[in-house]
C-alpha cells in the first residue's frame, strides 16, 4: 500500500511539472516558428500540427528536470506535513524511503527511453517533412555533409565516399547541388563527381548533368580526366525520407538506426564518437532519473519549525541543476572526441550518485 501510495504520489507530481515545463518550450518554441508558419499560411492547424510533432522531443528533454522537481515538490510537502515524521516513527529509513520510490522513478525512465528511441525519432522526420512540403523557398535550406557506407557505395573499388549538398526538396526527394568524393582506404581522393540534382524514384537514385574528375594514381593534377555525361544512376540503397533525415542538423536516431551507423551501413553526419555515447546515455537515461530523486531526498530533513523557509529545497534543486550541466559538459567533450564514449556519460552517474550518499549518510548519523 504504502508502495503505491508513493509512487502515484510521485508520479502525478511528476506528470504536472512536465506538463508545466512543455507547455513553456512549446510556447517558446512558437515565438520562433509563429512568423513562418503564418507566412506559409498553414493557420491554426499548422500550429498545432507543429506542436504536436513537437512534442515528444520536449517530452524527453523535460522528464529529467520534472524528476527533480517532483520529486522535491512531493518530499518538501510530505516533510513540512509531518508525514515523513510519521514514516520514521513506524520505522521507515530514509533509504527504506528512497526504495520505494525507485520502481516508480525506474519506471518514468524506461518511459522516457521509450519515448526517445522511438517516437521522437518518427515525430521530428514527420515535423521535417511538413516543414519541407510546405517550405516555398527551400533554396534557402543547408547544405550538409555526411558518409556514404562502403555497402553502399556506387563503386565497389571505392573505400568510402564523402557527399555534400547543397539543399533538399520535395520532402528529401530531390537533391541540389551534389558533390561526391571517393576515396581509397587511405584516405587519399580518388575522383570528384558533381551533379546539379538528383531525384529519387522507385528504382533509386539518378544524377542529373553529371561532371566526373578522375584524379591520376600518381596525384598529379595535370593527369585528372574529366568526363560529363547526361544522367547516371547513383547506387546506394538510401531512401528519400533518409536524406530528409540528412539534411536535419543533428536527427534524432533509434537505437537499431545508431547501432547501423557505428556499424556502417547508414548514411550519416554524425561522428562515432557522437553515435556511442548517445547510445549509451539512453541505456543509462533510467539511472540518470534515479540519482536526481537521490538529489531530491535531503529535503527529508528539513527542519520541522522551519518548514518552507528552509533553503535545503534550493539547495538540492541547485545540485540537480548542477548534474544536468556537468553532464552536458562530459558529453560535449565525448562529442568533440575528447573523452572515450564510456567516460563521457558514466563518471558525471558515478560522482553525484557518491555526492548524494555522502550528504544523506552525513545527515542520518546527525
Given at each position: 500500500m504504502l508502495l503505491r501510495y508513493l509512487s502515484l504520489l510521485l508520479?502525478?507530481?511528476?506528470?504536472?511539472?512536465?506538463?508545466?515545463?512543455?507547455?513553456?518550450?512549446?510556447?517558446?518554441?512558437?515565438?520562433?516558428?509563429?512568423?513562418?508558419?503564418?507566412?506559409?499560411?498553414?493557420?491554426?492547424?499548422?500550429?498545432?500540427?507543429?506542436?504536436?510533432?513537437?512534442?515528444?522531443?520536449?517530452?524527453?528533454?523535460?522528464?529529467?528536470?520534472?524528476?527533480?522537481?517532483?520529486?522535491?515538490l512531493m518530499l518538501t510537502q510530505m516533510t513540512v506535513s509531518n508525514e515523513t515524521a510519521i514514516l520514521r516513527a513506524s520505522g521507515l529509513s530514509t533509504l527504506g524511503l528512497v526504495v520505494r520510490l525507485a520502481p516508480a522513478t525506474l519506471a518514468l525512465g524506461l518511459f522516457g527511453v521509450v519515448v526517445e528511441d522511438q517516437l521522437t525519432p518518427r515525430s521530428e522526420l514527420a515535423l521535417a517533412a511538413w516543414w519541407s512540403h510546405s517550405d516555398p523557398h527551400p533554396e534557402d535550406g543547408r547544405s550538409f555533409w555526411f558518409a556514404v557506407p562502403e555497402d553502399v557505395s556506387r563503386s565497389g573499388g571505392v573505400a568510402s565516399e564523402l557527399a555534400h549538398v547543397g539543399y533538399v526538396k520535395d520532402v528529401g526527394k530531390s537533391a541540389f547541388g551534389v558533390d561526391l568524393y571517393d576515396r581509397d582506404a587511405e584516405g587519399r581522393l580518388l575522383g570528384v563527381t558533381h551533379a546539379a540534382r538528383a531525384t529519387y524514384d522507385e528504382g533509386g537514385w539518378t544524377l542529373w548533368e553529371v561532371k566526373r574528375s578522375v584524379v591520376a594514381p600518381d596525384g598529379d593534377a595535370a593527369r585528372v580526366q574529366v568526363s560529363t555525361e547526361p544522367q547516371v544512376r547513383w547506387g546506394n540503397t538510401f531512401r528519400a525520407s533518409d536524406m530528409l533525415r540528412l539534411s536535419m542538423d543533428t536527427a534524432p536516431l533509434s537505437s537499431f538506426d545508431i547501432w547501423r551507423a557505428l556499424d556502417g551501413r547508414v548514411a550519416t553526419s554524425l561522428a562515432p564518437g557522437y553515435l556511442r555515447a548517445a547510445l549509451i546515455e539512453r541505456l543509462l537515461r533510467p539511472l540518470a532519473l534515479l540519482v536526481m530523486l537521490l538529489l531530491a531526498t535531503p529535503v527529508v530533513y528539513i527542519p520541522p519549525r522551519t518548514?518552507?523557509?528552509?533553503?535545503?529545497?534550493?539547495?538540492?534543486?541547485?545540485?540537480?541543476?548542477?548534474?544536468?550541466?556537468?553532464?552536458?559538459?562530459?558529453?560535449?567533450?565525448?562529442?568533440?572526441?575528447?573523452?572515450?564514449?564510456?567516460?563521457?556519460?558514466?563518471?558525471?552517474?558515478?560522482?553525484?550518485?557518491?555526492?548524494?550518499?555522502?550528504?544523506?549518510?552525513?545527515?542520518?548519523?546527525?
Open positions: 508520479t502525478t507530481r511528476v506528470a504536472m511539472c512536465c506538463a508545466i515545463l512543455i507547455a513553456l518550450m512549446e510556447l517558446l518554441g512558437l515565438l520562433e516558428q509563429m512568423t513562418p508558419i503564418l507566412r506559409r499560411h498553414l493557420g491554426v492547424t499548422g500550429v498545432l500540427t507543429y506542436m504536436t510533432l513537437h512534442l515528444p522531443l520536449m517530452l524527453q528533454t523535460a522528464l529529467p528536470l520534472s524528476v527533480l522537481v517532483g520529486a522535491l518548514g518552507m523557509r528552509s533553503w535545503l529545497p534550493v539547495w538540492c534543486l541547485g545540485g540537480g541543476l548542477l548534474f544536468i550541466i556537468v553532464q552536458g559538459m562530459f558529453r560535449a567533450m565525448g562529442n568533440a572526441g575528447l573523452l572515450p564514449a564510456p567516460v563521457a556519460t558514466v563518471p558525471g552517474l558515478l560522482i553525484f550518485t557518491m555526492a548524494a550518499g555522502a550528504v544523506l549518510l552525513r545527515n542520518e548519523e546527525q
